[in-house]
């Protein structure tokens, strides 16, 4: 038997960064996203020889164990596998087991996509279905934020977990003690289409540590720097003017309002922008974009811009020769999936 998922990458589209603590706890944060053809996968099949084996076939890597009830985390890439695994003894089955598991991404990590965590929503899902736990969205999405976060402490947010479990266009709220609040958004199918047709994502084949980015930012608001704060608000706003523009098919105003939070992003924490990512940034804006934004924490991986009418043929042509690739996708409504083959 072999049980399967995949999961789908988001779009941090506005109010990127205000899901992080301590900001989020102090202010609230905001933020709007939407999955794209993207997807993280995991394949679990059962053995019975007491191992488990987990395999990452991208990076030719393999990593083999006794069967036990706790792996050991050591700061190697399958700490994420490792974290997961312990949890869902610790907490469901109360017993080793034993398994092959394997795990594919369709874009590098670190590229700002939220890969770890749409990842981690994805193995959950993989167990979920094999052990036929009884986790909902809301659960799925928690718990890997707890193996992230807490466990392996990992710096980060909360919004990759919640928009790889829900999938679609989501407007989420994120509050103290770790309550958050995902709001679908109801958007015709012409607008996703127009919107889709008008963003452009571009891969600058260049990733970075979110997690240093991110204890940056965390470190401003800790020590109250006004600069970095106010950025962050402004941010957050951002994610209510574009649901607005979203839904009222008002989607020109996009390209607008992100161009004004390219220097909101830049002033949250240092290294969120370099000079790869302006040189990309500029040349874009020349060629007819209104705004563009980096995606995730920052420092590298994709970026994307809004480009209204025809101008994103332009663009593309314009952005040929710096070294990256534009990236091919649609939006997509559906978050994890799960199955099982015979």
């Given at each position: 038997?072999?049980?399967?998922?995949?999961?789908?990458?988001?779009?941090?589209?506005?109010?990127?960064?205000?899901?992080?603590?301590?900001?989020?706890?102090?202010?609230?944060?905001?933020?709007?996203?939407?999955?794209?053809?993207?997807?993280?996968?995991?394949?679990?099949?059962?053995?019975?020889?007491?191992?488990?084996?987990?395999?990452?076939?991208?990076?030719?890597?393999?990593?083999?164990?006794?069967?036990?009830?706790?792996?050991?985390?050591?700061?190697?890439?399958?700490?994420?596998?490792?974290?997961?695994?312990?949890?869902?003894?610790?907490?469901?089955?109360?017993?080793?087991?034993?398994?092959?598991?394997?795990?594919?991404?369709?874009?590098?990590?670190?590229?700002?996509?939220?890969?770890?965590?749409?990842?981690?929503?994805?193995?959950?899902?993989?167990?979920?279905?094999?052990?036929?736990?009884?986790?909902?969205?809301?659960d799925l999405a928690y718990l890997a934020y707890l193996i992230e976060r807490v466990d392996l402490k990992q710096a980060g947010g909360k919004q990759d977990q919640y928009a790889a479990a829900f999938g679609g266009f989501n407007f989420m709220e994120f509050y103290a003690?770790?309550?958050?609040?995902?709001?679908?958004?109801?958007?015709?199918?012409?607008?996703?289409?127009?919107?889709?047709?008008?963003?452009?994502?571009?891969?600058?084949?260049?990733?970075?540590?979110?997690?240093?980015?991110?204890?940056?930012?965390?470190?401003?608001?800790?020590?109250?720097?006004?600069?970095?704060?106010?950025?962050?608000?402004?941010?957050?706003?951002?994610?209510?003017?574009?649901?607005?523009?979203?839904?009222?098919?008002?989607?020109?105003?996009?390209?607008?309002?992100?161009?004004?939070?390219?220097?909101?992003?830049?002033?949250?924490?240092?290294?969120?922008?370099?000079?790869?990512?302006?040189?990309?940034?500029?040349?874009?804006?020349?060629?007819?974009?209104?705004?563009?934004?980096?995606?995730?924490a920052g420092g590298g991986g994709y970026v994307f811009f809004y480009c209204p009418g025809n101008t994103r043929y332009a663009v593309v042509k314009a952005l040929e020769n710096l070294g990256g690739t534009v990236q091919p996708y649609s939006f997509t409504k559906k978050?994890?999936?799960?199955?099982?083959?015979?």
């Amino acid at each position: 038997m072999l049980i399967r998922s995949k999961a789908p990458f988001r779009l941090g589209l506005a109010g990127g960064g205000t899901d992080v603590s301590p900001y989020s706890d102090i202010y609230g944060g905001c933020i709007l996203n939407a999955t794209i053809s993207l997807y993280a996968y995991a394949n679990i099949e059962p053995r019975n020889d007491n191992k488990i084996v987990f395999r990452i076939p991208q990076t030719n890597e393999e990593y083999i164990f006794d069967s036990s009830p706790m792996l050991p985390i050591c700061n190697d890439k399958a700490d994420l596998m490792k974290g997961i695994y312990n949890r869902i003894v610790k907490d469901f089955v109360k017993k080793p087991l034993s398994f092959t598991l394997t795990c594919a991404l369709e874009v590098p990590f670190g590229s700002g996509l939220g890969t770890s965590s749409t990842l981690a929503v994805a193995i959950l899902g993989a167990y979920a279905e094999w052990l036929t736990l009884p986790l909902g969205e809301y659960d799925l999405a928690y718990l890997a934020y707890l193996i992230e976060r807490v466990d392996l402490k990992q710096a980060g947010g909360k919004q990759d977990q919640y928009a790889a479990a829900f999938g679609g266009f989501n407007f989420m709220e994120f509050y103290a003690d770790d309550k958050v609040i995902v709001n679908p958004l109801r958007i015709r199918n012409d607008i996703i289409n127009e919107l889709s047709n008008n963003m452009l994502l571009y891969y600058t084949n260049s990733s970075r540590n979110s997690g240093d980015i991110i204890e940056k930012q965390q470190k401003n608001v800790k020590e109250q720097k006004a600069k970095s704060i106010e950025a962050m608000h402004k941010i957050k706003a951002q994610a209510y003017e574009i649901k607005e523009a979203i839904l009222k098919n008002d989607l020109d105003q996009i390209g607008h309002i992100l161009h004004e939070g390219w220097t909101y992003k830049r002033n949250m924490a240092d290294g969120i922008t370099t000079p790869l990512f302006e040189e990309i940034y500029e040349t874009a804006i020349n060629a007819g974009s209104t705004g563009g934004k980096i995606s995730g924490a920052g420092g590298g991986g994709y970026v994307f811009f809004y480009c209204p009418g025809n101008t994103r043929y332009a663009v593309v042509k314009a952005l040929e020769n710096l070294g990256g690739t534009v990236q091919p996708y649609s939006f997509t409504k559906k978050g994890l999936e799960t199955w099982h083959t015979k």
